[in-house]
C-alpha cells in the first residue's frame, strides 16, 4: 500500500496528471494550477463536468434573503422535482411563480443542453486564462469534456440560486449589462444571457490564440485513447474536484493504474454540508460509488479529502468544531497577496456572495491536494463508503475499514493547526506567477 510521503516522493516524475473538476467553482482553477506547479514535468490533462444550465430560469440575486426567511431552505436549495404551488400561494405573488417552478434536468429537458457546447468552451477558456496569466504555457495542459456525462449528473441546486459562472469571465460592461437580466426568464432572458456568452467566447479565443471557442475543448475519447495507448503505463495521477463522472468513465474504458487517486468527496459527520452528501458525491451519485468498486478491484491508492477538512462547523456564530484550514478572511487575503493574485480573491469572494449559501471563501479543492505537497500535514484512516438513507434521500456514508486501498483525511484539529501556516504558504505558491518561483 502507498502512502502519501511515497506519492510526494514522485511527483518530479509523474508525466501525466488527469484533473477531473466542475468548472463552477474557482479552487477548481486553483487545483489545476497546483497540479501544473507541482508536477513539473507532466502534462496535464483537464476533464471538465457539465452542470445543468437552463438560462431560461431567473435568478434570486437581491430576493435571496427575503424569500429565504418567508420560505425556507428546502424551496429555496433543493432542486425541485414539481411546481412548488404551496409556495407561489404562501407568498400570493404570481410574478414569483417562475422562482419555485420544477427545475429541468439533462435527463428530462433536452433544453437544458442546447448551450452546454458554448458554456462549457466558455468554461476552459475561464481556465485557460487563469493559467495564461501566470505564465503556464498551454502547451502543458489540454482540456476535455464528455457529453455523455450529462446522462447522469444531475442538478446539485435550486437553478435560481446556483451562481451564473458563465458570466464570470465576461468584461465590466457585459457584466453591468448581464445585471438587468437576472431576473429576465424564458426566451428573453436566454436570448440576452446567450448573446453575452458568445461575445466573452469569442474575446477569450481570440484573446488566448484560438480560431473559435469551440478549439479549447478535445472530446474524452481522445483522452481514452492516449491511456490505451501512446501513455499507457506511464506514471500518472488523477486528483479529482468535482462529479466522479468523467474519472470512472476514463479508468473503466482503460487499463489504467494511476499512482494514486486523490480527490475532494465524502464526509466525516454529514453536519456542515449544505446538503445531506458532499456537493461532489450529489451531483452523480452512482459514479460517486463506482470509483470505489474500481480502486478496490485495481488497488489503485486512493485518499478522499471530505468537507471537513475544509470547514468548520458552525452555528449561530458559534465554533462547534474548529477547522484551521477553514481561513478566516485575513488569513485568505494573506494568502492571495503573498501570491499577487487579489484578482482571484475578489473573484472568489464574489462568488461567495452570489452563492448566498457560503458565509466566506472555502478552498475545498485545492486544499484537497496540499497533502501532496504537505505528506505530514494532515492524518488519515483507511475506510469504506456506503449506501444509506436520510429522510427518504440518498445519501453516502463512511466507515473505517480494517484494509483497502481507500483512505480519508481526518479534520484532526492539531494536525490542521501545526501545519495551518505551511498549507497557507504551499496555496501562495502555487497561485504565483512561475517567474517568482
Not at 41 to 68: C, G, Q, Y
Not at 227 to 253: H, I, Y
Not at 388 to 398: A, C, F, L, M
Request: hydrophobic fraction near 45%.
Amino acid at each position: 500500500m502507498s502512502s502519501i510521503q511515497a506519492i510526494h516522493n514522485q511527483l518530479n516524475d509523474i508525466e501525466h496528471v488527469v484533473v477531473c473538476v466542475d468548472p463552477v467553482d474557482l479552487d477548481n482553477i486553483w487545483q489545476s494550477l497546483w497540479a501544473l506547479v507541482r508536477a513539473p514535468n507532466a502534462h496535464i490533462h483537464i476533464t471538465l463536468s457539465p452542470r445543468v444550465l437552463d438560462l431560461r430560469v431567473p435568478t434570486f440575486a437581491e430576493l435571496f434573503e427575503k424569500l429565504m426567511e418567508k420560505v425556507g431552505s428546502h424551496y429555496m436549495l433543493d432542486v425541485l422535482e414539481e411546481n412548488a404551488e404551496e409556495v407561489c400561494a404562501l407568498l400570493g405573488d404570481e410574478v414569483l411563480r417562475d422562482y419555485f417552478a420544477r427545475d429541468a434536468t439533462f435527463q428530462t429537458d433536452p433544453h437544458t443542453r442546447t448551450h452546454i457546447a458554448l458554456y462549457m468552451a466558455i468554461s476552459a477558456l475561464r481556465f485557460a486564462l487563469k493559467f495564461s496569466s501566470k505564465g503556464h504555457a498551454s502547451s502543458r495542459y489540454t482540456f476535455y469534456w464528455d457529453p455523455r456525462s450529462m446522462e447522469t449528473i444531475i442538478p446539485g441546486i435550486h437553478h435560481p440560486t446556483h451562481v451564473n459562472d458563465y458570466l464570470y469571465a465576461c468584461s465590466d460592461e457585459d457584466r453591468r449589462e448581464s445585471s438587468k437580466y437576472l431576473h429576465l426568464r424564458g426566451q428573453e432572458r436566454e436570448e440576452k444571457m446567450v448573446t453575452i456568452m458568445e461575445r466573452t467566447a469569442n474575446r477569450l479565443a481570440e484573446q488566448l490564440g484560438y480560431q473559435k471557442p469551440a478549439d479549447i475543448l478535445h472530446p474524452i475519447e481522445e483522452l481514452i485513447g492516449l491511456f490505451k495507448g501512446p501513455v499507457a503505463g506511464t506514471q500518472s495521477l488523477v486528483l479529482g474536484g468535482g462529479p466522479f463522472t468523467e474519472m470512472v468513465r476514463l479508468l473503466a474504458e482503460t487499463d489504467l493504474v494511476p499512482l494514486a487517486i486523490v480527490a475532494m468527496a465524502r464526509t466525516w459527520h454529514a453536519d456542515v454540508n449544505i446538503f445531506v452528501n458532499n456537493y461532489n458525491d450529489l451531483m452523480d451519485m452512482d459514479a460517486a460509488m463506482e470509483i470505489e468498486n474500481i480502486v478496490k478491484k485495481r488497488a489503485i491508492p486512493t485518499w478522499f479529502f471530505p468537507t471537513e477538512c475544509a470547514k468548520a462547523k458552525v452555528e449561530g456564530g458559534e465554533v462547534l468544531r474548529a477547522c484551521p484550514w477553514d481561513f478566516a478572511t485575513k488569513e485568505l487575503i494573506a494568502i492571495f497577496k503573498a501570491a499577487g493574485d487579489m484578482e482571484s480573491y475578489e473573484q472568489a469572494a464574489a462568488f461567495t456572495r452570489e452563492t448566498k449559501t457560503l458565509a466566506k471563501v472555502h478552498m475545498f479543492d485545492v486544499l484537497t491536494v496540499v497533502p501532496l505537497a504537505l505528506p505530514s500535514s494532515l492524518p488519515y484512516r483507511r475506510a469504506v463508503s456506503y449506501g444509506d438513507q436520510v429522510k427518504g434521500r440518498r445519501v453516502i456514508r463512511i466507515k473505517e475499514a480494517a484494509d483497502g486501498p481507500i483512505n480519508i483525511f481526518c479534520p484532526d484539529e492539531k494536525a490542521m493547526a501545526a501545519s495551518k501556516e505551511m498549507a497557507m504558504k504551499e496555496i501562495s505558491y502555487v497561485l504565483s506567477p512561475v517567474n517568482e518561483k
